[in-house]
Nanobody
């Protein structure tokens, strides 16, 4: 059973920084991608950033230049700088892995609140 455990959310003032972490456990394929999505109240869940097992990254347009995703094996990090109130959301860790087909897993979510 794959499990994702997130940490690092909290309250920060506009312009501040936070670092999120997500540790995966269980049987993980060497073909995988980990990432972060977020969902603000009343809005759809949206892509923040993903990183493949080979290190390729992809960012949502709203966070490019401010956020940086990295990973160490099956732990993924999200460094968030220059945070703005519109970044306030629940941030979810995501893992996609491929065996005979693709499997997808989600963490429980961590709240990030940016005050103005």
């Amino acid at each position: 059973q794959v499990r994702l455990v997130e940490s690092g959310g909290g309250l920060v003032q506009a312009g501040g920084s936070l670092r999120l972490s997500c540790a995966a456990s269980g049987v993980i394929s060497s073909s995988n991608a980990m990432g972060w999505y977020r969902q603000a109240p009343g809005k759809q869940r949206e892509l923040v950033a993903t990183i493949s097992s080979g290190g390729s990254t992809n960012y949502g347009d709203s966070v490019k230049g401010r956020f940086a995703i990295s990973r160490d094996k099956i732990t993924v990090y999200l460094q968030m700088n220059s945070l703005q109130p519109e970044d306030t959301a629940v941030y979810y860790c995501n893992l996609k892995q491929t065996w005979s087909r693709e499997y997808e897993y989600w963490g429980q979510g961590t709240q990030v609140t940016v005050s103005s």
